[in-house]
């Protein structure tokens, strides 16, 4: 299967995603109302009038499939790469496997202690205390919020930080 899909993966990916580009044309342009087209808005028109073609285009569905098959081939990839990276890993243990994971558990343990750490009374500013309040947003919301973004920003960091030290290193070489 491995050879097969080394060899041929690009190919099939690419006709998948020509087909499902084909299918999201056809059913796009099948669906789109008399009355839409190039010239529906123009910078003359009347707001309400403008407000009567927008009521329009909302009732369209034509982009729904384009976009939950975007989203079923973005899942896919996800945990084919997980699984399959996880397959790789429990065949192919050895010490060298456990640094490559390292980072992840790095990460992991920075989101879960800024995550169980998270006060939302004495972390939040007070602009994030009102656009939480404005946005009926949840401590539990809150607290992933901040996790993710914590957990990002050390990978940024720690990504620029390579990137320096690997330029150097190979400066020196």
């Not at 081939?73 to 084919?80: D, E, G, K, M, Q």
């Not at 397959?87 to 490559?100: M, W």
């Amino acid at each position: 299967m491995y050879n097969f899909l080394s060899k041929n993966g690009q190919t099939i990916a690419t006709i998948i995603g020509a087909i499902i580009v084909v299918v999201f044309i056809a059913i796009a342009m099948g669906s789109v109302p008399e009355g839409l087209g190039p010239d529906t808005f123009k910078e003359n028109d009347v707001p309400l009038a403008t407000e009567a073609k927008l009521a329009k285009l909302k009732e369209i569905k034509a982009f729904d499939f384009g976009l939950y098959a975007t989203y079923a081939l973005l899942a896919f990839a996800v945990a084919a790469a997980v699984i399959l990276s996880l397959i790789y890993f429990v065949t192919n243990f050895s010490l060298q496997s456990v640094k490559g994971m390292l980072p992840i558990i790095v990460l992991l343990v920075i989101f879960f202690i800024v995550y169980s750490t998270y006060n939302p009374d004495t972390s939040d500013v007070y602009q994030v205390l009102t656009a939480r309040k404005k946005y009926d947003v949840g401590v539990s919301e809150s607290q992933l919020v901040s996790g993710a973004l914590t957990t990002s920003l050390v990978a940024l960091v720690g990504a620029a930080a390579s990137l320096v030290v690997m330029e150097v290193l190979n400066f020196f070489k």
